[in-house]
């Protein structure tokens, strides 16, 4: 059975906090994305990674960054939490190139909430 | 440019049939639907490919008009299982996925 999962499903964080996302797959699947969900607005992605090193800005990158320093994992820094960074966070993983011929699997999300 | 679906919700009664339709505004490369039951990670439906092309779900159908940039789901025989929430993902010609803002389909039994 594939899967992707994620560190947490709940997170509580301070504004101005480092922040840290992992997700990890087991599928070998060279492409990893991060979404974040926000009712009335879908999936929006922040970064996505294409093979080990290599990072590509999805469609609102800003006070985000990623790391993949293996082909399983991929992770994703708030560098300084703000409000509204309060979301669900969504990971998912799919097959090589091109990916919108892919399903795209998906782990349980983290909801993460700034205060 | 996000895709718009349509309905944003509907009601059904066990058994009846539903219809969610999602347009786009550029020329499309394909287009992938998905489930997201509450709580729950989204999970993979189909994907319908530029050329005629599909992959998925046995039990659910869908359509895809390159000419109208639109795809069209088609849930028959509702089942309670069925509730949840539908989005559509479309693709143009450099392979990026955008989704729409999602369907939400209860089913009541």
């Known amino acids: 059975d594939v899967k992707v999962t994620q560190s947490s499903r709940y997170l509580v964080k301070r504004t101005g906090e480092k922040v840290f996302l992992e997700c990890v797959q087991d599928?070998?699947?060279?492409?990893m994305f991060w979404y974040r969900q926000d009712p009335g607005l879908g999936l929006r992605l922040i970064y996505f990674?294409?093979?080990?090193?290599?990072?590509e800005k999805g469609d609102i990158p800003e006070g985000y960054s990623v790391s993949r320093e293996k082909k399983e994992r991929f992770s994703l820094i708030l560098e300084s939490a703000s409000t509204n960074q309060t979301s669900m966070y969504l990971c998912?993983?799919?097959?090589?190139?091109?990916?919108?011929?892919?399903?795209?699997?998906f782990g349980p999300g983290t909801r993460l909430t700034v205060t | 440019q996000q895709p718009v679906q349509s309905p944003q919700a509907v009601i059904l009664r066990e058994g009846e049939d539903a219809v969610i339709n999602c347009s786009s505004s550029?020329?499309?490369?394909?287009v992938h639907w998905y489930r997201q039951k509450h709580g729950e990670a989204p999970v993979f439906l189909m994907i319908?490919?530029?050329g005629g092309e599909q992959k998925g779900h046995e039990k659910i159908s869908a359509s895809f008009n390159e000419k109208k940039q639109q795809s069209s789901l088609y849930l028959t025989a509702s089942q309670l299982s069925y509730s949840g929430t539908y989005f559509c993902?479309?693709?143009?010609?450099?392979?990026?996925?955008?989704w729409g803002a999602g369907t939400k389909l209860i089913i009541k039994p």
């Open positions: 550029k020329a499309l490369y394909s």
């Open positions: 998912a993983s799919s097959s090589p190139f091109p990916w919108s011929s892919y399903e795209q699997y």
């Open positions: 599928m070998d699947h060279e492409n």
């Open positions: 993902g479309t693709a143009n010609s450099n392979y990026q996925l955008i």
């Open positions: 319908l490919l530029k």
């Open positions: 990674s294409y093979d080990v090193k290599m990072k």
